[in-house]
């Protein structure tokens, strides 16, 4: 239900592209005006966000701690997965954000009869989440080649790695594949798990969908349909100089493939894809675990009511003096 | 009153199907062993908590106050102010499911709804509904629901099915933490006064006497000198152990359950008979006569409330530094929020033991040293005599407990301590120990006799672990650093392994500890030693 629900909002952005492409003022729509409006609303609801989250203290210093804390000198400490500086932040950050590595430790359990738990090596999710993430980023690297003149090295390096298997007439990109691969591995598994299926919300199916019409629609603009190629840069390069303008000869497909990235875009600040910007944030990972050696300040620390040893004392003192406690003042 | 008496088949028959349904159309199932009693009206009165009034989870009426649904509100909006952390769980979760297999509860309840996940969209799907745009324009279809008081109740039997032992938030690709997720979910309960009496009236007893059990200084003083007969007994050898000591070099704090429970009690024995043979200037306080803080499961408020008498004794007393004895979610408190909540500790001097020089680098700002570090340091100074053989009757395995081994990341030094105090020690599998451990299954409050059917589901798969070794190197001792788990492992291991004992890591201190001058007639338990085998390893 909730999938179909998202596949419908993605068939229905389609068919608005489609009966959008043909006359010129909805494709100005289509190919000026919405990606505008995509862009700054993408930019916009990042800033907002992060600025929300960054607004909010962080009151506690709460790591997660997966390896030996710093102690004695002769304990050996894990630097990356227990950090106790800055550097080894930052180094478990890269680690995090660049190789997932919280979930390469992805493990499965199985009740087998006894009852006896085994727990299995899983790293398909691993996989699947690094493709998925490195394809989409090399996709969005040599997409650049469409926005700049001239297409500056980088871009030109990425196109030529990405292409390296030389297979094909034009050259077929890893990353395609990649993308396509692993968004329909993670699709999938949400669908044929019944846990996954019971915890997924449309907005788990919408953004895959999303991402699998576009990846689908540029496959087949790049392999199978003709593309004028030219009109395409023009129109790009008009975007990012804002110049815009139409050029002539963009076919329908191109429009889908646009207005599909343009709702990516718009939706991404209010979505859960915000984890790009999250993941940076969050309390766990960001911290040192220097948490006896240096003080961590909560800005709201408030005054609260305590037990003072006076009132203590004061309902005690009989029995303390009689079980022979040291007082700060005697009986009465 | 007969019980049906629960039985591990039945328990370990876990059916991981999900219910045909979407998880918002099923209601709580308040199921007799799965939840705790609700807070005895007088301890939340002593305590100046809301709505202080008799009521149970099993009745249908749980008298809330007439606003109820605005005070959740209020509290939650004021809680995404505070805490960056709710703001980030409850806005990036991607649902991938990594963390669902990942908690005891699940594994052992089958309940989708003890997922890691789940549990978090129990309270994501109200804040999306009333702090979102997706959520106020496009309702259940971005995941939002309105809060009823089905919610409340579920919220009350989801959060208090989690023991905070942030297993999930190492796998989470975001490191997501529910155990942030539960705080939060509690603290918004505790608004409506639907706080657990386990965790009401422990906390009110802290509050009064400075410790959970309410035992007051003279019965302090009882039990310690009653310690101190026991160890007389067993090493011939008169110890002392200061309370209330002005101007003692260090002041040391235990959890209660230490000088009232069993088996911690025998732990406690340990320390008092090392700290004698080092000749340790220290002091006991009969204020501070509690570490653990069950304010934690409570809100951050009480936490700081009951955290407050440590360093206040501290400066009373005038000590120089702090030890604190074995407990998991008191080191939590200790590492993670005491310096923030109740510091600067600028009275006290960095800690450097006194017995070998060796300052404790890690402590210099709280000033408080986990006495397995201290231990650790002791032994590997050669400073303290060991016969490891007087732990031969022993096979030891050790459980790393939640929060020294995710909030600290202490894992090396008691793994030191217990190599070098006996002979026979063996790890469970890699995926249950050290940050991977696995809950006692009764941790955060909810260790009742009450939830009985759901300590022995959550605390299955650490059980599983233990019996392993049990059955492959004939493990005999469940060795632990923690009040709960010391609590609580015992009926677990009754349930799941027979024949597995459990024992405070400074027991077996205790045990190997050859006292200067000491005739010896047994171990702290007051058994007598296997009989003189196997190598004698003097550190």
């Not at chain 1, 691993?126 to 500056?152: N, Q």
């Not at chain 1, 019409?213 to 100089?241: C, N, P, Q, W, Y």
């Not at chain 2, 509690?290 to 009951?306: P, Q, T, V």
């Not at chain 2, 632990?480 to 024949?499: S, Y």
Request: proline residues 6%.
């Amino acid at each position: 239900m909730n999938a179909l629900v998202s596949l419908i909002v993605v068939a229905v952005l389609t068919a608005v592209a489609v009966a959008g492409a043909g006359a010129r003022p909805s494709a100005f729509v289509l190919g000026i005006v919405v990606p505008y409006a995509a862009a700054a609303v993408f930019l916009l609801g990042i800033v907002i966000r992060v600025l929300r989250w960054a607004r909010a203290p962080v009151p506690f210093r709460i790591p997660t701690t997966c390896g030996q804390q710093n102690s004695l000198p002769w304990v050996k400490s894990s630097p990356l997965d227990n950090p106790h500086t800055a550097l080894g932040v930052a180094a478990r950050m890269a680690l995090e954000v660049l190789c997932f590595r919280s979930l390469f430790r992805n493990t499965r359990s199985e009740l087998r009869d006894g009852p006896r738990l085994i727990y299995a090596e899983n790293k398909w999710l691993w996989l699947g989440a690094m493709t998925f993430h490195w394809s989409l980023l090399a996709v969005v690297v040599r997409h650049m080649r469409f926005f700049m003149e001239p297409v500056p090295f980088p871009v030109l390096f990425a196109l030529r790695m990405d292409g390296i298997l030389e297979v094909g007439v034009p050259v077929v990109y890893m990353s395609s594949l990649g993308l396509l691969a692993a968004a329909g591995y993670l699709l999938a598994r949400r669908l044929l798990s019944p846990q996954l299926r019971y915890i997924s919300l449309a907005a788990d199916y919408l953004p895959l969908f999303l991402i699998l019409g576009i990846a689908g629609s540029g496959i087949l603009m790049r392999h199978f349909t003709k593309l004028d190629v030219i009109a395409v840069k023009e129109l790009a390069m008009g975007l990012s100089t804002l110049q815009p303008a139409l050029p002539e000869g963009i076919g329908a497909l191109f429009f889908v493939h646009l207005l599909l990235v343009s709702s990516l875009l718009a939706y991404l600040p209010f979505s859960k894809l915000m984890h790009l910007g999250g993941v940076f944030l969050s309390p766990t990972r960001n911290l040192a675990n220097n948490n006896r050696m240096k003080r961590h300040l909560n800005p709201w620390n408030p005054p609260v009511r305590v037990h003072t040893y006076e009132e203590y004392e004061d309902e005690f003192r009989t029995l303390m003096k009689g079980a022979g406690l040291p007082l700060e003042k005697e009986p009465k | 009153m007969t019980e049906p008496k629960l039985k591990p088949d039945e328990v370990a028959s876990i059916d991981y199907v999900v219910p045909p349904e979407g998880w918002t159309r099923t209601l709580p199932d308040l199921r007799k062993g799965t939840f705790n009693y609700g807070a005895n009206p007088k301890s939340a009165q002593y305590l100046g908590l809301p709505n202080p009034r008799a009521w149970q989870p099993m009745e249908a009426d749980w008298k809330l106050p007439p606003d109820w649904q605005r005070i959740v509100l209020e509290g939650l909006r004021e809680r995404l102010s505070k805490y960056r952390s709710l703001q980030v769980f409850m806005d990036v979760c991607v649902r991938c499911g990594a963390c669902a297999d990942k908690c005891h509860f699940y594994i052992g309840s089958g309940d989708p709804k003890n997922m890691p996940v789940l549990r978090a969209e129990l309270l994501r799907s109200v804040y999306r509904n009333d702090f979102t745009a997706a959520g106020k324009i496009l309702g259940s279809l971005a995941g939002a629901r309105p809060l009823t008081i089905d919610v409340i109740k579920e919220w009350f039997l989801y959060f208090y099915q989690c023991t905070e032992c942030r297993r999930c938030s190492v796998f989470c690709p975001y490191g997501i933490d529910t155990a942030e997720i539960t705080m939060m979910g509690r603290e918004l309960l505790n608004l409506l006064g639907l706080g657990i009496d386990w965790i009401t009236t422990p906390a009110s007893n802290c509050f009064r006497t400075g410790n959970h059990l309410g035992i007051q200084p003279h019965g302090f003083k009882d039990s310690v000198d009653f310690a101190l007969d026991d160890l007389e007994s067993i090493f011939g050898v008169r110890v002392e152990a200061p309370i209330n000591k002005k101007g003692a070099e260090i002041l040391f704090v235990v959890p209660s359950a230490d000088y009232f429970g069993d088996p911690h009690y025998f732990g406690f024995l340990g320390y008092l008979a090392l700290f004698h043979e080092i000749g340790l200037d220290y002091t006991l306080s009969t204020f501070a006569s509690e570490g653990g803080n069950f304010g934690l499961f409570h809100s951050s408020e009480m936490m700081k409330r009951l955290n407050a008498k440590i360093y206040a004794e501290a400066r009373r007393l005038g000590v120089k530094w702090i030890i604190g004895g074995e407990c998991g979610h008191m080191w939590r408190v200790l590492h993670q929020y005491m310096d923030t909540m109740n510091g600067p500790a600028d009275f006290l001097e960095a800690p450097v033991s006194p017995i070998t020089g060796t300052p404790f680098e890690n402590a210099a700002s709280t000033k408080m040293v986990h006495i397995a570090e201290f231990t650790a340091d002791l032994i590997k100074h050669g400073k303290v005599k060991l016969d490891c053989s007087r732990n031969d009757h022993w096979r030891v395995t050790f459980h790393d407990s939640c929060n020294p081994a995710r909030a600290m990341g202490l894992f090396e030094e008691p793994r030191f301590v217990l190599k070098s105090v006996c002979n026979n020690f063996f790890e469970m599998p890699e995926n249950t120990i050290r940050e991977e451990t696995f809950c006692c299954g009764s941790g955060s409050g909810i260790g009742t006799d009450e939830n009985l059917e759901m300590r022995m589901r959550g605390g299955f798969p650490r059980a599983n672990a233990v019996r392993h070794v049990h059955e492959k190197h004939g493990v005999n001792l469940l060795a632990c650093i923690c009040a709960i788990d010391k609590a609580t492992l015992p009926p677990l291991m009754e349930f799941w392994v027979p024949g597995v004992q459990v024992a405070a890591l400074h027991e077996l201190v205790g045990n190997a500890l050859v006292m200067k001058g000491e005739k010896r007639t047994g171990d702290l338990r007051g058994q007598p030693f296997a009989a003189e085998k196997g190598g004698k390893k003097d550190a």
